[in-house]
């Protein structure tokens, strides 16, 4: 037989299995002549494959030679009641062509450990078991890739990368309702997939849907963090009604990730949520509905770019924040460009702080901010310094268009604020400063139902310059500081 010809797995799979056959254990296949020996199926180790017959054993003596093992295809279905693993300490191959192992049982499915090993084209069906975990990557099985594969009604998380699985990729594969287990009560296992402690990580175009949570990476301390991750062009969907509390992407002590091209929808808490990350890029992005469309801060956090996302609906487009009362925090470094915020039901960008952090050096540059009627504030910074207020567009919040309270050297330049106050024409103003000192205001436009262009209620050392405004209620600058330079501000 040559190498082209018909082999013997397509002859096991094919066409009935010879009588004489059944004669061969299970641990000592027959090789047909001229047959690929460096491939093994399950079935050449005595399994089924029909769903219902229980193909532990066979399967798991399949894998334990070392081989590259070919699942067979879609009328391939293998129950599993206990877990398989993938131990061998030299790399294996795993290949399903669209084969199923399912689940007989609320066991963790396989777990890779020892080599890098590699998952393509295999479906994981959790049978909607009240626990277990579809892949676990071990520590040990850095570089390891599940590619093109399934995941379905998976109990706890579809995959689960463990601490020091480095270098590990999941892409192009599907998820489907996991995490959903009821005696699941770890939300890092009630997401879609679950990355611990692991560096250089890739989670990239795959399908997540209907989660529990959905992408969650986890850093163990401040100190170590979880680093040169990337999570890109996912789509990532929350079960209808959404889970409390419930992520798109979670990111906790993050270092050096690349959060890019995702569309995540419909989570009950932050679409992208970055816990004390640094040095994170977050752009491209696409989110609905949901409270943030991106958090950063709590703990310390640094160097964060929010660049060209789209937040539709949430309660924030993007929020900045700590409240920490134990350890002070440094929230500094965060910049904010180019994103499209619409309807957020709250406002678009909100700086802030509580107790004994602080937050600084915080840039809102370039944003198109559509309140639409739909919330307060376009832009609001309270007890923060150092903040930059850019060239943003603001249209229709039903209070300020920018509000500062409690803030110090900060800057507020080049934006336009339309039909501040919509509905409550004369009421709001479109840049409104409390209790502030040390706040540059200049080259700002109003127009539409504001109140004022400026209102300053109290503070020192302010400076507002080159304003310019259209058909608002009360006039141009209210000046309630002491020492204000006024200068240049005209009605068109």
Not at 105 to 128: E, I, K, P, Y
Not at 405 to 426: F, R
Request: aromatic share 6%; glycine share 14%; proline share 3%.
């Amino acid at each position: 037989m040559t190498k082209n010809s018909l082999s013997r797995r397509a002859l096991l799979y094919g066409t009935p299995v010879l009588a004489g056959a059944a004669a061969l254990t299970a641990a000592e296949p027959a090789m047909a002549a001229g047959s690929d020996t460096s491939v093994v199926s399950p079935k050449d180790y005595g399994a089924v494959g029909d769903g219902v017959t229980d193909d532990t054993a066979a399967v798991q003596r399949c894998l334990s030679q070392g081989r590259a093992v070919d699942f067979g295809g879609p009328g391939n279905v293998y129950l599993i009641t206990n877990t398989l693993t993938v131990y061998q300490a030299t790399p294996q191959i795993l290949r399903g062509h669209g084969a199923t192992i399912k689940a007989g049982a609320a066991v963790n499915l396989m777990r890779l450990g020892r080599a890098r090993h590699s998952l393509d084209g295999l479906n994981f069906d959790g049978t909607s078991q009240p626990g277990g975990v579809g892949v676990i990557i071990e520590g040990d099985a850095q570089y390891s890739s599940i590619v093109n594969c399934r995941f379905t009604n998976i109990g706890g998380s579809g995959v689960s990368v463990s601490s020091g699985a480095h270098h590990v990729t999941v892409a192009g594969c599907f998820f489907d309702h996991c995490g959903h287990g009821s005696t699941v009560a770890d939300n890092n296992y009630r997401s879609s997939i679950y990355v611990a402690d692991a560096d250089f990580c890739v989670v990239t175009d795959n399908r997540v849907l209907n989660c529990n949570w959905g992408i969650i990476f986890r850093g163990d301390s401040a100190a170590v963090g979880i680093n040169f991750y990337t999570c890109q062009s996912n789509v990532i969907t929350a079960v209808s009604p959404p889970v409390a509390i419930s992520q798109g992407i979670s990111n906790r002590y993050g270092r050096n990730g690349k959060i890019a091209g995702n569309t995540v929808i419909g989570f009950d808490d932050n679409s992208i949520d970055c816990w004390g990350c640094n040095t994170t890029i977050i752009a491209g992005n696409s989110t609905k509905g949901g409270k943030d469309g991106v958090f950063v801060g709590d703990p310390s956090s640094s160097n964060i770019v929010v660049n060209g996302n789209t937040f539709n609906g949430p309660q924030r487009g993007v929020r900045v924040f700590s409240q920490e009362t134990v350890t002070p925090a440094l929230v500094i470094g965060v910049t904010i460009v180019g994103n499209t915020i619409t309807q957020p039901t709250d406002g678009g960008v909100l700086i802030s702080r509580n107790n004994l952090s602080q937050v600084t050096g915080i840039t809102v540059s370039d944003n198109d901010i559509h309140v639409t009627g739909a919330g307060s504030y376009g832009v609001k910074v309270v007890n923060a310094e150092l903040v930059r207020v850019l060239g943003n567009r603001i249209y229709r919040p039903l209070q300020q268009g920018i509000h500062l309270s409690g803030v110090d050297i900060t800057e507020v330049a080049h934006n336009t604020v339309s039909d501040a106050g919509y509905q409550t024409p004369n009421t709001y103003s479109a840049i409104d400063i409390v209790g502030s000192n040390r706040v540059t205001a200049r080259d700002n436009v109003a127009y539409g139902n504001a109140k004022h262009a400026v209102a300053i209620n109290s503070g020192v050392g302010m400076t507002v310059t080159g304003t310019r405004w259209r058909s608002l209620g009360a006039g141009g600058i209210s000046n309630g500081a002491t020492g204000t330079v006024l200068a240049d501000n005209v009605q068109f």
